[in-house]
Structures are given as structure tokens and as C-alpha cells.
């Protein structure tokens, strides 16, 4: 099924590149997305009902295996579900961005992205994953180039630059993990490392590939000093790449290191051994990036580049979580990885409908917008107030779980850093929102209202987005429960 | 310790490359320096491949007369991972030259801060 997944989006991303007509790619474009969140579905409904799978091609040391765990599942309903709502989404918003002869080659890059992003996930053996990752940066780069204006290029070398450093540092520490315990499969590196006890012999090892691959990571997921290439990339993209850039290409990197830390080390280990220092240093870059991205948020005057500062803050609460090295912070991250992957896709489309109707990105002129558009205002709100951990949006439970872990770690010092930057979101989301419903502006407003909004047919995915939201922080139980047997099946040995 | 360097000196080397590359890549302001770097880097990590999967006195992983004893062959799977790496690395180095090469049509300069678009992010650019 895994393989399937893969298959469709590859042979998808293939056909809307060959197609010459832009409807034509479109419908490819949707069609394949769809197809690939039944298929996401379906894979999680057989998981659940009959346990993990895994498939391996190939023989020996070459073998590739995809193991099929929870985790993984969680990951494929992500890519597949907001993945079609982007995908969807974009159907209207794509002709403002990107010319027309582009539009073919969008689809196509936007399915390949997909795809490779599921065969990070999915790909237990080192060699596969290190391919898919290189494979998805060019993908990556592409839907920030495709735009075709300078800034995009700019962007797009910035970004294809740093990201091509995160996989080599990745790939040195791979082989690193490869000289020391002989397997190039996380399984395999599980059972040399916990099992053989090489903590003990090898620590050295360990720690450098490790390591390497720690700031590859960092790179790759835009952890804060490595950060710099995404609020560019973000930021030009046209605003459907953007949601896709921000709620789901990060995210697969970070799976992957959770796979590789917790996968391979271990919990028991993880707390005793020379890995907590590593982790520690995650945790409090973690932290550091969580105040710095939302204080660098603030300064923003753009809404796009904003909102991509807000994307660095998040992802330093998804590597304190990691940091925190317990079952309950990985529990969190995990967590987070979902409520932001609804919440920042949902922000970024609604910001790419405000600059499409009023042709305006400076979040200063934006007063008034809540009687223009009171719709895509009320989704910006929906979207700003889970950022901030308002309760009844997913943004307060992913907040409560970061909570939980840091009290059930003993590290009561983080829970400063959580409640400041709470504050510090709400202090860039607020205004904005404030001054689109109850400012001067909107006062003095004498056009009619709605008078700018986009028809309702075209903002339906991205209100679905916010259902998802709401949906998931009234009840986030099911959600929950699941990510508790995928970190179960994750950290045992020998899967 | 210092032995041990002088032991591995294919290891130290392909660390002091890996150094050398991830220095240009962050360091240098030029385009195809940058790119150049990135190459260095990646060809440190296939020398250090190649030389962990070597193992002296043995042929390289390609049956030869109908010898199928693993014993006479050294490991495959570096060579493999380093092949692997070498297609990546030649993709990225294409992909990276065209950007560049737009880039210095548009702009007649290889330095992507020295232009930095000081009017885009003001919306002055923006329609």
C-alpha cells in the first residue's frame, strides 16, 4: 500500500508534466491527490485493524524496506488529506501566481513533492531515505521557483543551497551510523546500537553521526540559527507552495529525525547515555527558536513572511519536544506536527486570498479587511487564535501536551519559554486581526460588506482547514490514542 | 591519538574536505563557489565511503572468472551508496548552474546578497 502511495503520486507527478494544457493538469493534479488521501485512509484502516506491514524489495544489505506503522500512516493521512485540500485550494489561486504554461509543471512538481515526502517517511533503509530527501529538495526548490520572478530565483538558490548542505551533513552522519553499526536500515541501527550495547564502545560514533545529522536536520527543518532560508522560500512562493512548503515538507524531515533518534536510540538510552547531551543542546536551540521566530515575526511588516517567522517558532516547539527525550514530548511534537500542519495552511492561503483580491501584502494597510472579506478574516482568526492556544482550537492541545512533557520531565524552566511565546504569537496575530474588524478602518469603511471576498466555492477548502482545526481540538482523543501505539511500535526494538 | 590520525589518514582527509566545503558553502558569497563547495563536500563523503569499504588486498566488488567467494571481493555497498551519491550530487550541481545562470542574466552579478531586492518586501515591487 505504502508503495502504491508512492507509485500514484510519481506516475501522477509524470503525466502533469507531459500535459500540455493547464485544465488538463489541473484535473491530474486533483484527481491524484484525492486519490492518494483514500489511499492514505484506506492504508490507515488496515494498519489498525491488522497491524503493522512492511514490504522489502530488493535482497541482503540492498534490500529497501517500507514499514507501514502507525507513525507512518499518521504521516501519509497528513500528506494525503491537507495535501488535497492545498491542492484544491489552489485551483483558483494558482492562475494569479504562476503563469499559464507553468501551470502543468506546478502540478507536476507539487505531486512529485508529495510523493518523495511519503518515501521519506515511509523508507526504513538509510539509502532510500537520503534519495528521497535530496529528491524532495529539488522538488522543494521547484514550487519556489516556478513563480518565475527574480526574487523567486533568489529564493530558490537560497534555499537549494542550504538545503543541499542539510543532506550532505545528513549523509555523513548516515555513513557514519553505517561504519559504526554495519546496517544501513533503522531497524538494523536499533539493534546494533541497543542491543549490542554500542552506546558503551562506540559512543564517539554515535554521537558525531548523531550530531551530523542533528544540524543536517536543522537545516533541512529550519531550526532557528539554520533558519534563514525560509521566510525567502516561504515568503516569494506562490501562496498554495507555501502552504505546501510550510505544513508538510518540514515536517517529513522532522519524522525522519524522530525515527532515526527515537527509532534507533531509544528512550532508555536516550535518558542515559551521552545522547541526552545532544538532545539538550536540541532543546534549548528549540527554545531559543521559539522566542527568536516569533520576536523576528513581529518585526514583519509582510503577512507572508509573518507568517513563514511564525512556521520557524513552531518548529522550534516540534525540536523541544523532541529534546525533552521522553515518551510524553515525543508524544507532543508529534502532536504539534499535525495542529501545525492545519493551522499554518490554512494562514498561508487565507494571506495568498488577501494579496490576490486586494493586491496589498503589508500587514499595515490591512485594516478594514474584516468588513471586505469577512470571511477569509474569520479564517485568519480561526487560524491565529490555534496559533496563539486559545482552548477549543488544536493550537491549545498541542500547547497542553508540550506542557504535560515538560512537567512529566522535570524541566519546569521551559514552561517560561512556553507561556512567552504564547504571548509573543498573540502579539503579531491579534493585531491584525484587531485592526481588520474593529480598527479606524474598518469603521470609516463604505463599501459594502464582503464586497472583496472571493466566492464561497473557492474558500470551501481552505474553511475545511478550519474545521479540521476546530475539529481537532474539540476531540483530539482518537488522534491521540493512535500517535500512543505508533510511539509504542516506533521505539521497539527489531520491528 | 595522533597515530590514529596518521592511520586513517583517508578518514582525516575526507573530514578536512568535508571542513573545507561547508566553510565555502556558508562562508562565500559567490554562486559557483558556493556550488563548488557543495561539490567538495559531497566528494569528501564518498572518500570516506570508498575508504571504509576497502579492505586491502582485495578486488573490487565485480564477479571475475566465475568467482562467486565473497572473501576475495571488498564491500559492495559503500561503492553502491557511493554511486548512488554521485548521481544525486551531478543532478544538484545542474539543477544549482541553471538557477545561477538566471540569476546572472538577470542581475550581471554571481553575488546573491549583493543585490538583495531591497524593494520587494516593501510592496513597492508588488503590482
Known sequence: MGIAIILLLMIGAVAAFVCKNDKTARLIGLGT????????????????????????????????????GYIECFMACLFGIVGFLIVW??????????????????????LALLGTLNAVVFFESLLGVFVSIELSSFAAAGIVIVKNQTENVHAGLKYLSLSILGSSLVLMGMVILFVATGSLHIGGIAKAIQGNNLMASKSAYILWAYGLISAGVAFKAALFPCHIWLPDAHGTAPSPSSAILSSLVLKAYIVFYMKMVFGGVGFNLIANSPMRM????????????????????????????????????????????IGIGTELGLFAALFHI??????????FLVAGSIIEQTHNRDLNKMGGLGILMPVTMALFTIGGLSMIGIPLFVGFNSKWNFASAIVGSNNYWLLIPLSISALLNALYYLPVVIRAFFGQEAKECTEPLGSKERPIKDLLPIILLACLV??????????????QKGIEILTAIGR | MMLNLFHNYYEVAAVILFSIGLLTVLLQRNLIKKIIGLNIMDTSVFLFLAAKGYIAGRMSPIIKDGMTDASKYINPIPSGLVLTGIVVAVSVTAFSLSLTLRWYQQYKTLDLDGVVLKNVWRGEKYE
Open chain 1, 33 to 68: 491527490t484525492l486519490l492518494n488521501a483514500i489511499l492514505a485512509v484506506i492504508m490507515t484502516v488496515t494498519v489498525m485493524n491488522s497491524g503493522p506491514q512492511s514490504v522489502t524489495f530488493g535482497s541482503g544489505t540492498w534490500a529497501q524496506t517500507i514499514n507501514i
Open chain 1, 89 to 110: 485550494a489552489s485551483m483558483s489561486m494558482i492562475s494569479h501566481d504562476v503563469e499559464e504554461k507553468k501551470i502543468p509543471m506546478f502540478y507536476g512538481l507539487v
Open chain 1, 278 to 321: 545532544l538532545l539538550n543542546v536540541v532543546m534549548v536551540v528549540g527554545v531559543v527558536a521559539m522566542i527568536a521566530g516569533s520576536v523576528l515575526a513581529i518585526m514583519q511588516t509582510d503577512i507572508k513572511r509573518m507568517i513563514a517567522y511564525s512556521s520557524v517558532a513552531q518548529m522550534g516547539y516540534i525540536f523541544m519536544g
Open chain 1, 338 to 347: 499535525l495542529s501545525h500542519a492545519v493551522t499554518k495552511s490554512g494562514l
Open chain 1, 470 to 483: 476546530i475539529l481537532f481540538g474539540v476531540a483530539s482523543g482518537p488522534v491521540s490514542d493512535f500517535l
